[in-house]
């Protein structure tokens, strides 16, 4: 099969997903006469019977290949360069904790999230105003022993006491 070209489809049966959704299957077929002939027939996997070889097309084929039509795309790179930074800025709300809720209750735990969103923009802040110098101290650690009182070189005014 390898380097030949087949432009038979045929169905390969039915597959239902955990949605309960079937999807009818199909199957590109190469013919028996191709894969006897063929010089990597020994290590291919036989087939059933005396037909040739089948390759299934996945049942979303035509979204996957839309798919990557866009990311070939000069549009994509935007997209990615922006999908990028919003994953940054969540990964960064999970080191602060989000993901476990220390209170009980929804407008405690909205509080939970506000106080972590504050602290990574305030981080973010210090990052892009230079207030954290080029010490290369790590700018949470410098919000954090702000937040307690230690003066560490940032602007009192910037955070509070």
Not at 89 to 115: D, H, N, P
């Amino acid at each position: 099969m390898r380097g030949q070209v087949t432009r038979t489809i045929v169905p390969a049966g039915k597959r239902t997903d955990s949605t309960g959704t079937v999807h009818r299957l199909r199957a590109f077929r190469f013919e028996a006469a191709v894969c006897w002939t063929c010089p990597q027939r020994s290590q291919c996997i036989p087939a059933k019977g005396r037909k040739g070889r089948q390759v299934l097309i996945h049942p979303q084929e035509d979204l996957l290949q839309e798919a990557r039509e866009l990311q070939q795309s000069a549009d994509y790179d935007q997209y990615r360069r922006r999908r990028v930074v919003a994953e940054h800025r969540l990964a960064r709300l999970e080191q602060l904790g989000i993901r476990q809720a220390r209170y009980f209750g929804r407008g405690k735990t909205k509080f939970q999230l506000y106080l972590a969103a504050t602290v990574a923009n305030l981080t973010l802040l210090a990052n892009q105003t230079g207030v954290c110098g080029d010490s290369g101290e790590d700018p949470d650690s410098i919000v954090t022993t702000a937040l307690n009182g230690v003066n560490c070189g940032v602007d009192r005014h910037l955070l509070p006491a």
